[in-house]
């Protein structure tokens, strides 16, 4: 039966590197959430563009451009 040596045993982790680990899995979790959030948003907003615009915003300055009036003109 050949001998073999002891296995090494697990070093406990130090306190700097635990709080470390947990600070950047927090920040990881946050990131993640964080980008669910904007990709939510962003599938709404494809989906019904014009139900979070203002009707002022679009309908505003349409009279103008009927009558011909512009900002610029074409030499």
Do not use: N
Request: with cysteine; aromatic share 12%.
């Amino acid at each position: 039966r050949p001998i073999r040596p002891p296995s090494p045993s697990p070093l406990p982790p130090h306190p700097i590197s635990s709080s470390l680990q947990k600070t950047v899995f927090a920040f990881v979790i946050f990131l993640l959430v964080f980008l669910v959030m904007l990709m939510v948003r962003c599938f709404r907003i494809l989906l019904d563009p014009y139900s979070r615009m203002p009707a002022s915003s679009w309908t505003d300055h349409k009279e103008g451009l009927e009558r011909g009036q512009f900002d610029y003109a074409l030499v």
